[in-house]
């Protein structure tokens, strides 16, 4: 495992290190946030199991034809599946000839293999499959053809059921350190040092989110933005919250879009980051939703429906533009996500004097917000947040989570 591409976790390197000496598991959970590297260690796992190298200590050694093709997406016997559609489930079977589901994988992987050796499949955003998808790989997992491995990764084992997560070996994942980040950045090419050491302390210890900033300047601008609107609400009314938590989504989805555009240039969004949907395209392999275009989402959040299958047409001086349902709920979450940094580096602020906040670019609009806050304040916010975070990925209406947030948002008390 020398020549694996996964940074910073040498307890899960081990572990994988032993299922490629073998004897392989038949099936493997890796869980962890969003972003820390699963998808990564789960292809070096795949290179690793699909390497020809007679010995298996050298494997995965990325030059053999099994290893050149895991690496460009191409080998015949690693099959992909990930969340598609607008509400971003995995299904049982697909919802048209284009989609694939659980059904699919399981018919490619009773097969036979096309080299000659072991079959892996990787479910990226296992988390997201629903009861009906877990229920038909559940039989595939319990009686599992011989020669395969199956890779779940999820950022929330807890909603895959009891069954499926103990079906097989378990990888756990965590945060991946600031100077390791660096070293992945300068690996992909991020030169300008203040620049990698920004973002590697704004992703959190994820180096997939890292990456996607890196490769959009855009998103990062939008991601500021975010940051110094929701500062300048501790001195607003309540009705101005109100209103400015609306102007804000809208925000907060130009930034996903410049992510998604971002990874789907770079072409390696499969095997760079967790929860990507651009996957290679081929036999055994899921098709990509293309990323929406930014031009499509300059209008506000509107509450409406929560279906995730429904869209909400909103007209202006353009013309009429559909906002689906879960655009917007995604759009939510990601606003939730920086509001969670913003807070955390707000609370240092007013502990240490914003010694080691995570976005020092905003500490001076940080200090002069901390002024006058009740302290404790910003603390105590974090885990109305992160009771928020939890309410929009259960389907409750994201409009009505934002605007309960940013009405419980610290106000600063006057002078």
């Known amino acids: 495992m020398d020549r694996a591409r996964t940074r910073g976790h040498a307890g899960a390197l081990a572990s994988v290190r032993s299922m490629v000496r073998g004897p392989a598991p038949h099936a493997v959970l890796i869980s962890g946030p969003a972003g820390v590297g699963k998808t990564t260690l789960a292809l070096d796992l795949a290179a690793g199991l699909l390497c020809t190298a007679e010995d298996p200590s050298e494997r995965p050694c990325r030059t053999c034809r099994g290893c050149r093709m895991v690496a460009h997406g191409g080998h015949p016997d690693l099959h992909r599946l990930g969340p598609e559609g607008a509400g971003g489930q995995i299904l049982i079977g697909g919802r048209d000839a284009k989609s694939r589901g659980v059904r699919d994988l399981t018919e490619d992987l009773s097969l036979m293999p096309m080299e000659g050796g072991a079959r892996v499949a990787i479910v990226t955003a296992a988390h997201r499959m629903n009861e009906d998808a877990q229920g038909a790989l559940l039989k595939t997992l319990e009686e599992p053809p011989a020669g395969v491995t199956i890779i779940l990764c999820a950022d929330d084992e807890d909603r895959l059921l009891p069954t499926i997560r ?15 980040i660096e070293a992945i950045l300068a690996d992909e090419g991020v030169t300008d040092l203040p620049l990698a050491a920004r973002l590697a302390r704004i992703s959190g210890g994820r180096p997939g989110v890292a990456l996607a900033y890196a490769r959009s300047p855009e998103a990062v601008r939008a991601r500021s933005e975010l940051a110094r609107r929701l500062l300048d609400l501790v001195d607003a009314s309540p009705s101005a919250r ?8 809208p925000t907060a989805i130009e930034m996903l879009d410049a992510l ?13 980051t967790d929860g990507a949907t651009n996957m290679p395209r081929g036999r055994g392999r899921a098709k990509a939703p293309a990323p929406s275009p930014a031009s499509a989402v300059a209008a506000p959040f509107d509450a409406g429906g929560d279906d995730p299958s429904s869209d909400e047409v909103i007209a202006d001086e353009v013309g009429p533009r559909t906002i689906p349902a879960a655009r917007r709920r995604r759009a939510a979450e990601a606003l939730i996500e920086v509001w969670l940094g913003l807070t955390r580096d707000l609370a240092l602020v007013a502990a240490d004097g914003g010694r080691s906040v995570r976005d020092p670019d905003l500490l001076e609009e940080l200090t002069a917000a901390s002024l006058g806050l009740p302290p404790g304040a910003a603390a105590a916010f974090l885990a109305r947040l992160s009771r928020g975070a939890e309410l929009v990925a259960g389907n409750v209406s994201p409009e009505l989570v934002l605007d309960s947030l940013v009405l419980a948002w610290p106000a600063r008390r006057a002078a």
Do not use: F, K
């Open 166 to 180: 103990s079906r097989g070996a378990r990888i756990r994942m965590g945060r991946v350190g600031v100077r390791d």
């Open 242 to 249: 109100l209103a400015a938590v609306r102007t804000a989504a």
């Open 260 to 272: 998604d555009a971002a990874e789907a240039a770079a072409g390696l969004a499969a095997e760079t």
